[in-house]
């Protein structure tokens, strides 16, 4: 399979303490995109990077969100200190800049987080 | 900030009928895409729309962006089961960024 994997698909946890999700983009793939989508909501941004710089981050993304692309490969997504209005369901797109004239994004089939 | 808004929220077809859902937008839209999320998983890529006025169709999916770049439509034809799930439009909020917003989100159910 050659799509953008994430994992874990659910996670549950207890308040307070820490996550951490893993996305692999497409390997041809320069920029990934982090998302978050509550119950009856369409994704929201979060962060995004070309290769391993981080170039945006939403006003969403709390100082206890912290995202990395060391490699400019694979992201990981970590939560500190959850809180229950963190549940939701995080995903992960990926994109190849330049292949195209537009903004086709690939999505993961998400991460599920419940916070307890 | 540009927001994009979906209706119907929720429709329920029955097998065979025709539907439309509109997707209608504060702001120009310099990219409409259209995805279906099926529940619980990721979004899946249908089309994408540019121009004012353009049409692309992929099997029995039409989507329509209007001349003026402010309101999409998708239309399917004959509808059948596993066109069930949600339908979400998402935008470009300025040109040449990548960064997408969505609206809320269609969903669909089709019975036999």
């Known amino acids: 399979d050659t799509g953008v994997s994430q994992d874990p698909r659910h996670k549950i946890t207890k308040r307070g303490q820490n996550v951490t999700f893993r996305c692999d983009p497409i390997?041809?793939?320069?920029?990934l995109y982090w998302y978050r989508q509550t119950l009856g909501q369409g994704p929201e941004f979060l962060t995004y990077f070309q290769n391993e710089a981080q170039l945006e981050k939403s006003r969403l993304l709390s100082d206890r969100f912290s995202a990395e692309r060391p490699k400019g490969s694979f992201s990981t997504l970590e939560i500190q200190r959850t809180e229950q209005g963190d549940s939701a369901m995080y995903l992960c797109a990926s994109r190849a800049r330049g292949l195209k004239s537009y903004n086709e994004q690939f999505f993961g089939p998400g991460t599920r987080l419940t916070v307890l | 900030s540009q927001e994009l808004e979906q209706s119907p929220q929720s429709l329920i077809v029955q097998e065979g009928k025709n539907l439309t859902i509109n997707c209608t937008s504060s702001k120009t839209l310099y990219g409409l895409y259209w995805y279906k999320q099926k529940y619980g998983e990721g979004l899946i890529f249908l089309m994408m729309l540019q121009k004012g006025g353009e049409e692309k169709s992929h099997e029995k999916i039409t989507a329509k962006l209007d001349e003026k770049k402010q309101q999409s439509s998708l239309h399917i034809t004959a509808s059948q089961p596993s066109h069930a799930g949600i339908y979400l439009c998402?935008?470009?909020?300025?040109?040449?960024?990548?960064?997408?917003?969505f609206g809320t989100g269609s969903r669909l159910q089709v019975f036999p």
């Open positions: 390997s041809e793939h320069n920029r």
């Open positions: 998402g935008a470009d909020p300025f040109y040449n960024t990548d960064k997408l917003i």
